[in-house]
């Protein structure tokens, strides 16, 4: 079993930053690849980041290449998001996951509770 706890969230004016971060325990955090999915009101979860097992590989969905960076810290454990130039289109729920997936969902094994991003206009 992998627990992970998201935080980092907040209210942000547009064109803002946030950092969001996922403590991982249980297994070694490292044995997996780490994603960010997020979900609005009314939407469906959608892919954001992952970053592979090791690091040395990053992913992103179109809508945030460029303004957001996947990075972890396998020694701590820990997965971060960084978020810049957001815009109020990226408010939702954000949740990290631990499992084999990168964008796939369905091939993530443990989620997060979630922490709300809201961008104000």
């Known amino acids: 079993q992998v627990q992970l706890v998201e935080s980092g969230g907040g209210l942000v004016q547009a064109g803002g930053s946030l950092r969001l971060s996922c403590a991982a325990s249980?297994?070694?955090?490292?044995?997996?690849?780490m994603g960010w999915f997020r979900q609005a009101p009314g939407k469906e979860r959608e892919f954001v980041a992952a970053?592979?097992?090791?690091?040395?590989?990053?992913y992103y969905a179109e809508s945030v290449k460029g303004r957001f960076t996947v990075s972890r810290d396998s020694a701590e454990n820990t997965g971060f998001l960084q978020m810049n130039s957001l815009k109020p289109e990226d408010t939702a729920v954000y949740y990290c996951?631990?499992?084999?997936?990168?964008?796939?969902?369905?091939?993530?094994?443990?989620w997060g509770q979630g922490t709300q991003v809201t961008v104000s206009s």
């Open positions: 996951a631990a499992g084999s997936g990168y964008r796939s969902a369905e091939r993530y094994d443990y």
């Open positions: 249980g297994r070694t955090f490292s044995n997996y690849v």
């Open positions: 970053i592979s097992r090791g690091g040395w590989s990053t």
